[in-house]
């Protein structure tokens, strides 16, 4: 038998009953709200297999990572029910928080684009929507730094929370129109910015001198620049800067019809 072979872990189904956090300090704290929200919202096919120790004298397998998820089957079903469990080699406290350790701190997250792809597929309502008006403007969902295409998937979620799916169509139809082929345009800041403007204002804009005025005084990149100078004076995030200074410059030789930031 291989060395791996030798030391490699068991798969089993255990009761609830005979498992337990044996060791509070090669875990991290218990919280009884996480474990509820899972058990709410249950769905078998997608629970993950709980990693534990072997047994200790009295038959009780600590639990290494798992345990909001055994709470919640508790919660459920019993003690008596069954889990399906991973059995690895530790045997003392030491070995345990390693373990937990490696496996929370080696697990590469999905990205914002994995997530919002998976979503789109799944069907999810909010993301289907977003990707149907990216698509419809030209846009796709893609790391590329392509000027055809936008990562920030939180900005467009954030608009879209917010504002609604016809403001974040506005907003992403005027960056387009404004600067087509700067592939820095559609960075997180300056969509949540631009949607910010347009959400509180539409009802008063004069889209085509929010867009000339932009177009002939700012590139994206010097926006963002002029926006952190902003932020950096009256705080906030970098999209509030955003959205100041586009005002600022929309309001620059109006006498009536100025904008308020």
Same mark, same amino acid.
């Given at each position: 038998?291989?060395?791996?072979?030798?030391?490699?872990?068991?798969?089993?189904?255990?009761?609830?009953?005979?498992?337990?956090?044996?060791?509070?300090?090669?875990? =991290?704290?218990?919280? %009884?709200?996480?474990?509820? !929200?899972?058990?709410?919202?249950?769905?078998?096919?997608?629970?993950?297999?709980?990693?534990?120790?072997?047994?200790?004298?009295?038959?009780? &397998?600590?639990?290494?990572?798992?345990?909001?998820?055994?709470?919640?089957?508790?919660?459920? &079903?019993?003690?008596? %029910?069954?889990?399906?469990?991973?059995?690895?080699?530790? !045997?003392?406290?030491? =070995?345990?928080?390693?373990?937990?350790?490696?496996?929370?701190?080696?697990?590469?997250?999905?990205?914002?684009?994995?997530?919002?792809?998976?979503?789109?597929?799944?069907?999810?309502?909010?993301?289907?929507?977003?990707?149907?008006?990216?698509?419809?403007?030209? &846009? =796709?969902?893609?790391?590329?730094?392509?000027?055809?295409?936008?990562?920030?998937?939180?900005?467009?979620?954030?608009?879209?929370?917010?504002?609604?799916?016809?403001?974040?169509?506005?907003?992403?139809?005027?960056?387009?129109?404004?600067?087509?082929?700067? !592939? #820095?345009?559609?960075?997180?800041? $300056?969509?949540?910015?631009?949607?910010?403007? $347009?959400?509180?204002?539409?009802?008063?804009?004069?889209? *085509?001198?929010?867009?000339? *005025?932009?177009?002939?005084?700012?590139?994206?990149?010097?926006?963002?620049?002029?926006?952190?100078?902003? !932020?950096?004076?009256? #705080? #906030?995030?970098?999209?509030?800067?955003? =959205?100041?200074?586009?005002?600022?410059? &929309?309001?620059? #030789?109006?006498?009536?019809?100025?904008?308020?930031?």
């Amino acid at each position: 038998m291989s060395t791996f072979g030798e030391n490699a872990h068991s798969t089993k189904w255990i009761p609830i009953k005979n498992l337990s956090v044996v060791w509070a300090t090669a875990q =991290r704290e218990f919280n %009884e709200r996480h474990a509820s !929200k899972i058990a709410s919202s249950f769905d078998p096919d997608l629970f993950d297999t709980l990693v534990v120790t072997l047994p200790n004298g009295d038959g009780i &397998y600590h639990v290494v990572d798992g345990q909001h998820r055994m709470a919640a089957i508790r919660s459920l &079903y019993g003690e008596e %029910e069954q889990v399906p469990c991973r059995v690895v080699s530790a !045997k003392d406290p030491a =070995r345990a928080a390693v373990i937990f350790d490696k496996i929370n701190t080696g697990r590469r997250l999905p990205s914002g684009i994995e997530k919002f792809r998976v979503r789109v597929t799944a069907g999810a309502e909010t993301e289907v929507a977003i990707n149907k008006v990216v698509s419809m403007l030209g &846009y =796709r969902i893609d790391a590329s730094p392509d000027a055809n295409c936008i990562r920030a998937t939180a900005a467009l979620i954030n608009v879209h929370n917010v504002f609604g799916l016809e403001v974040l169509r506005e907003t992403l139809s005027t960056i387009r129109t404004t600067w087509r082929d700067d !592939k #820095g345009a559609t960075e997180g800041p $300056i969509i949540e910015g631009f949607g910010s403007l $347009i959400g509180e204002h539409r009802g008063h804009l004069d889209w *085509k001198r929010l867009r000339e *005025k932009t177009a002939l005084n700012y590139t994206p990149g010097r926006l963002l620049g002029q926006a952190k100078a902003d !932020k950096e004076t009256l #705080g #906030g995030r970098l999209a509030d800067g955003i =959205r100041r200074v586009l005002i600022r410059n &929309y309001n620059q #030789g109006l006498r009536a019809g100025k904008l308020g930031e």
